[in-house]
C-alpha cells in the first residue's frame, strides 16, 4: 500500500533479531495481506505519527517500559528513557534525557 508502482496483493514485514548486533540469530516473517481494513489502519497511524512529530513530542508512561526492548532495542546506549524518569519524548531527541542518573548519598 502506497507503492502505486507496485501490484502486489500482499507483503511480508520481517523483524530481524540480532546477538551482539553481529549476527542473526532469528528472524519473525509476517505476511499482511492488502485490503481496506488495512489501508485504513496504516493511513490511522501514519496520521497519529505526523501529529506528534507537529507537536515535537511522544508521550508515555514511562513506569509501563517494557524492559526486555531495551535490552534488545539498537539505541539502549544512548536513550536515557530506559530509566522511566521521562514520561515524553521530544523531537528532535533532546541531550537532556543523555545525562546520567543521580543518586544522592550521604557520607558517614
Given at each position: ?84 524518569e521521562f514520561n515524553e519524548i521530544k523531537i528532535p531527541y533532546s541531550n537532556y534525557y543523555l545525562g546520567l542518573k ?7
Amino acid at each position: 500500500m502506497g507503492f502505486n508502482s507496485i501490484r502486489a496483493n500482499y507483503g511480508y514485514l520481517v523483524y530481524w533479531y540480532y546477538n551482539n548486533y553481529l549476527s542473526i540469530i532469528k528472524c519473525q516473517v509476517h505476511k499482511i495481506a492488502k485490503s481496506d481494513s488495512m489501508k485504513n489502519y496504516l493511513n490511522s497511524l501514519f496520521v497519529q505519527i505526523s501529529n506528534k512529530i507537529i507537536q515535537g513530542k511522544f508521550e508515555f508512561d514511562g513506569k509501563k517500559l517494557n524492559y526486555n526492548k531495551c535490552v534488545k532495542c539498537s539505541y539502549r546506549n544512548y536513550c536515557g528513557h530506559k530509566t522511566s524518569e521521562f514520561n515524553e519524548i521530544k523531537i528532535p531527541y533532546s541531550n537532556y534525557y543523555l545525562g546520567l542518573k543521580r543518586i544522592p548519598f550521604q557520607l558517614a
